[in-house]
């Protein structure tokens, strides 16, 4: 249980709350059964199949009916989830799962290792693009050896692997219900059946997304709320006035805009906490196509992050709700260095640098292309347009929408964008996929689009991850940063922080670093 | 000079004659009264009114003069409205003239298309055409124009169906002047004033709509407009009502002194149909 | 007899637009930039070409397009409108599940501002040159020119939050459960403000028309007899000038009935109301075709079908035009 604290104003507060709220409390009071708690999906997810569907709302849904093998702590712990102990071997090749006991599906149906089997050989194998890459890269085999156990077999150690059962990496689905089926146009993903504490009980498209209790949940006496609602409000300024006219009791980070959250936080009977997306920790970064002249130009690069004042963004445009990010790996991450290049704001230098790679500026038409998430990221568009427009560029704004952005970032056709990553815990999970040549494939926008490549890179990230040892792990990792650092392979601009907030009287509500998505097992309503 | 004195009688037209030269004016000056792009930040965020007397209407989130936004936005929203209502007006008339001037198969054909375009709602089509095709200024006039053109050729045909048969037009015909020179020199010259009066009423209403896509996002990124500045700030409706108000005002007073004109030129030009228009 | 022949024309007409409506925006929509197999694989966390290939190919995007319009129209004239790729569900039943919110809000608004704008418009015509008229013209004119969604803002702001009185978003009391009549009122008092800003516009369109309708039935002939032979004003408008200064108005905003399902994008983004505009947006902006095409077929079938019955009745309540048709 987290010690929750009001959200104090300024950039100062909010900086400092992360470690409060990393301090473990116990919570006084005994958790009191019943209650309904009311939340907001936004956007309205098009699935709760998380297996086939791992954005935001789908996993904060989704996570209530679904679970994986385990699910980590607010410090990255391995915690269980499904499986109640894992084992790893000592050469890193064999991880063994022992299951909870009792667990059923939603339909009745018990669940067993034959369904972990199928969901990591077949169901995800087929339709999920992480887990695709995992399983053909590194995983040799996955067997059950006798009931509630589970051996994954890999061909080569895989320093990250115990992080990859995180819930939207790996859900475990009923093999009784996909097996043998089209997974996608399967009607069962209409009527999710999982072994988490909530079912769903109706989906009111455009309007809600009713769960109930799951009486026969596998942990004995929970979940204690007997319903959650999950409303859709489509503007942002609405889903504010919903959570301050009671009608919703939760708001999820990026439910409302930067400016109310500070409004909200300061109302009677409000909590607020930063805790919960340490799993994830997303950074921001300006993706620079590096295909295209002046931008494969190591030193242009360089002069457009001394132009941007992070300090600026994150305190003018996301309202002090982050912090400037130094390197590619967030500072909650695993095997986060300290020692890497860094660029402070000084246009001087930043015309400095252009002057020495010896680039007319004026010369040169940029496009920027904002990712549509928001007004937010609109204004930062705006801000990032207006100083490199000062270093003399021209820069035009192209406004896409979500098919557009997708499109033009698949394709790499785009000079300048913005995008966010999860991180995963591991930087071999959410990090190296943004600098690996070997992910310079046309067809998603997230993998290495801005199509930065340095051999030496892809050594060390290779050798990060299938590193045995923690500390040859991080050898490899900090010697990475460095270099990606240096050529500014993407200009990270900031770790985003996601703030929670939510009526006192919801207790329990952020327990993991998976945060909202945790099963809301243990979540209760003071009466 | 009967012509003014009759536009003049118009009260209300001479207040909104008023009214949009005004705003045209500052429109035209925006650049020298504001030399700095709006885009630029040049104070301190979220200044509310008259807090500092060189941003007398505030500055937006990132120090923004919202007084240099709305003079800049009067460019773009002008322009929008006129260049849109403009290409309205030439594919509008054009079949509009066609279907009316030689009837027939013509006309069926080109009436069954025009009331494709009239069954579809007109603001859902200019979302769609302007979002798959992105935002930018051009797709943004040519999609109000798309949209707004089937009541001028509606209007037009029925103009030229009743002049076609007046006895001056069939004088040209039997001097054998060409179908196009009789609808160019013959027939267009006497439709003017009704499409001038519609036309006026479209500005207006192409303004709304502009403002309406932005506010959904979908306006261009690269010009300040009062659609974009509402859009980008009623998150902060409650925080900063400075950012909406103002453009709204704009906006509404704009739109009113065109409609206000639109009605005394329709005074005007048609002193014996009075009222008659919609 | 001639009801029927005109009513069976009229019917394949409407077909042939509807089937028009269809045509024109499958080719508008598939000519476009965006693909939405590569939209899907990036909602599915990341994607190679491979699996983008798999998409395409399991929603028949792979097929030239002449192909795809075919099967598409094929589908259609067998009542399926298709599977939404995004939402994993039938298109019809995705868009039946919608269609019910709008056609409420849309007939409110409809009802409210052709009521409300007759009457005012009745009234200032009535009152021509008093305070009365200038006050109904005078905020005609403002509603006239204000944008729906800033009046839809300002709506919640002053409804909602300051004065607490109405229900800023959602269509009925969630999780409540009410029944019966207890659930028509609740529905119908979270319809008072996306009926009233939705219809503010329309209403103010109305009242001008019918004024200038009016007035100018007033000025014909007819009328100025009936007056010089001292039959009273009040009678005169009753007995006269209303039927036919209305019923032009009640033509024009059939027509216009299609209008407002373009204002119900806006009304519905911002009062959360679980309509078929807020559908289309969504579907629009996730490259979600089938969808985006279910709802301008369905929404063209109202408006044909409004259409229809607005010329049907007009022909009831005015046999002359049968006469001259």
């Known amino acids: 249980m987290k010690k929750i604290s009001r959200l104090a104003l300024g950039l100062a507060g909010l900086v400092g709350l992360a470690a409060i709220t990393g301090l473990e409390a116990e919570e006084a009071k005994t958790p009191v059964p019943g209650g309904t708690l009311n939340m907001i999906a936004q956007p309205e997810p098009p699935i709760l199949m998380v297996g086939l569907n791992t954005q935001g709302p789908t996993l904060y849904v989704g996570g209530q009916i679904y679970q994986s093998l385990l699910t980590y702590g607010t410090g ?190 300061k109302l009677d009977g409000v909590e607020t906490t930063t805790a919960g997306w340490e799993m994830y920790s997303p950074v ?90 928001g007004s937010q990221w609109d204004r930062l568009a705006e801000y990032v347009k207006q100083q490199i427009e000062q270093l003399g560029f021209k820069v035009s704004i192209q406004g896409v929408d979500p098919g557009g952005w997708s499109q033009a970032l698949s394709e790499w056709d785009f000079d300048m964008t913005f995008n966010f990553t999860y991180q995963y815990g591991d930087p071999a999970l959410g990090v190296a996929r943004h600098y690996l040549s070997a992910n310079i494939i046309k067809g998603t926008p997230f993998g290495n689009n801005q199509g930065y490549v340095n051999p030496k890179v892809d050594e060390l990230l290779l050798a990060g991850a299938s590193a045995v040892s923690a500390e040859d792990a991080a050898k490899a990792y900090a010697e990475a940063q460095k270099i990606l650092t240096e050529e500014v392979a993407l200009g990270w601009l900031y770790e985003m922080h996601n703030v929670t907030i939510s009526r006192e009287k919801v207790k329990n509500l952020v327990t993991t670093g998976i945060g909202l998505n945790e099963a809301m097992d243990e979540v209760w309503l003071a009466k | ?46 200044l509310g009114p008259f807090e500092d007397p060189a941003f007398p209407l505030g500055t937006d989130m990132l120090g923004r003069d919202i007084a240099a936004g709305l003079a800049y936005g009067a460019r773009v929203s002008l322009l929008i409205g006129v260049v849109s209502t403009a290409v309205a007006v030439v594919i509008g008339v054009s079949i509009g003239a066609l279907a009316g001037f030689y009837g027939g198969r013509i006309d069926d054909l080109l009436m069954r298309f025009t009331e ?99 506010f959904l996002g979908l306006g261009d990124r690269n010009m300040m407009s009062w659609g974009f500045m509402i859009g980008a700030a009623r998150t902060m409706l409650r925080e900063a009502w400075w950012m909406s108000v103002f453009p709204g005002v704009a906006i509404l007073i704009t739109v009113l002194a065109i409609n206000l004109i639109g009605e005394g030129l329709n005074d005007a030009m048609n002193p014996h149909l009075r009222g008659r228009k919609g | 007899m001639k009801t029927l022949d005109f009513l069976f024309q009229r019917l394949v007409k409407a077909a042939f637009v509807v089937l028009g409506v269809v045509i024109l ?87 409210f501002s052709l009521v409300l704008g007759v009457l005012l ?122 039927r036919n200064a209305v019923l032009p108005v009640f033509t024009f905003a059939s027509i216009q009935a299609g209008q407002l399902v373009g204002g119900a994008v806006l009304t519905e983004t911002v009062f959360a109301w679980p309509g078929i505009g807020r559908l289309m947006f969504d579907a629009l902006l996730q490259r979600d075709y089938p969808v985006l095409l279910g709802v301008f077929l369905v929404t063209a079938a109202v408006v044909v079908t409004v259409n229809l019955v607005a010329d049907l009745l007009y022909r009831i309540v005015d046999p002359r035009i049968e006469a001259a048709g």
């Open chain 1, 76 to 265: 990255l712990e391995v915690l269980p989830s499904l499986a109640k102990a894992w084992d790893v071997s000592e050469d890193g090749l064999t991880y063994s799962f022992t299951l909870q006991d009792g667990v059923k599906w939603h339909d009745g149906q018990p669940f067993t290792a034959e369904d972990v089997v199928f969901t990591a050989d077949k169901f995800l194998r087929e339709a999920h693009p992480r887990w695709r890459y995992i399983a053909s890269t590194y995983v040799e085999s996955v067997t059950s050896p006798a009931p509630g156990k589970v051996i994954f077999q890999l061909k080569k150690p895989f320093s990250a692997f115990l992080y990859a059962f995180e819930l939207s990496s790996f859900p475990v689905v009923p093999k009784h219900i996909y097996e043998g089926t089209d997974y996608r146009t399967n009607p069962a993903n209409q009527t999710p059946v999982g072994t988490g504490p909530f079912k769903l009980e109706e989906w009111k498209r455009g309007s809600y997304i009713h769960l109930v209790k799951n009486e026969d949940y596998w942990k004995p006496g929970q979940p204690y709320l007997d319903e959650l609602y999950f409303r859709i409000i489509p503007d942002a300024a609405s889903r504010a006035v919903a959570f301050e006219k009671g009608a919703v009791d939760v708001l999820r980070g990026g439910d409302v805009e930067g400016f109310a959250v500070r409004r909200l936080a």
């Open chain 2, 116 to 214: 494709f375009f009239q069954t579809i709602p007109a603001f859902a089509m200019a979302i769609v055409l302007v979002a798959i095709f992105n935002p930018t200024i051009a797709s943004i006039t040519l999609a109000i124009a798309v949209v707004s053109w089937p009541p001028v050729a509606r209007l037009v045909r029925g103009e030229f169906m009743s002049l076609r048969s007046r006895e001056f037009v069939q004088a040209a015909v039997v001097v054998g002047q060409s179908g196009p020179r009789i609808m160019l020199t013959q027939i267009l010259p006497n439709t003017l004033s009704p499409i001038i009066v519609t036309a006026s009423l479209m500005v207006a209403t192409a303004i709304l709509t502009e403002s309406s896509l932005s």
């Open chain 2, 1 to 46: 000079m009967t012509f003014f004195r009759r536009y003049a009688q118009h009260y209300g037209a001479l207040v909104g004659l008023a009214i949009l030269s005004g705003v045209l004016l500052v429109a035209l000056l925006a650049p020298l009264i504001y030399p700095v792009s709006p885009w630029q930040g040049v104070g301190e965020p979220l």
């Open chain 3, 121 to 242: 418009g009745v009234l200032a015509a009535y009152k021509r040159g008093k305070l009365a008229d200038s006050l109904i013209m005078t905020g005609a004119l403002v509603f006239y020119a204000t944008p729906l969604f800033w009046v839809a803002l300002m709506a919640v702001l002053v409804f909602s939050i300051h004065l607490d009185w109405l229900p800023p978003f959602d269509m009925e009391s969630i999780g409540a459960d009410y029944t019966g009549w207890a659930r028509f009122a609740d529905i119908a008092y979270h319809l008072v403000l996306p009926t009233v800003t939705l219809g503010l516009f329309f209403t103010a369109l109305y009242t001008r028309l019918t004024r200038a309708s009016m007035l100018e039935v007033m000025s014909l002939d007819f009328v100025k007899t009936a007056r010089a032979k001292g039959v009273p004003k009040a009678r005169i408008i009753r007995r006269h000038v209303l």
């Open chain 1, 284 to 373: 921001v970064f300006l993706q620079m196509n590096t295909r295209k002249a002046p931008l494969d130009e190591k030193r242009v690069r360089q002069a457009v992050m001394h132009a941007l004042d992070r300090e600026f963004i994150v305190k003018n445009v996301f309202f002090g709700l982050g912090k400037p990010a130094t390197s590619p790996v967030a500072s909650t991450t695993r095997f986060h260095s300290q020692d890497v290049a860094a660029y402070p704001f000084d246009m001087a230098k930043a015309k400095a640098l252009l002057d020495e790679a010896g680039v007319k500026p004026a010369e040169h038409t940029l496009r920027l292309m904002p990712i549509p998430y």
């Open chain 3, 25 to 111: 925006n499958f080719l508008l929509i598939h000519l476009a930039p965006g693909d939405p197999a590569a939209v899907m694989a990036g909602e599915a966390g990341a994607g190679d070409e491979k699996f983008i290939a798999q998409l395409r190919a399991q929603f028949g995007l792979d097929q030239p397009l002449w192909w795809q319009l075919l099967t598409y129209l094929k589908s259609v004239l067998t009542g399926d409108l298709g599977f939404s790729y995004r939402n994993n569900v039938p298109v019809a039943a995705l868009i039946m599940e919608r269609l019910p919110a709008t056609l409420l809000l849309t007939a409110s608004a409809f009802l």
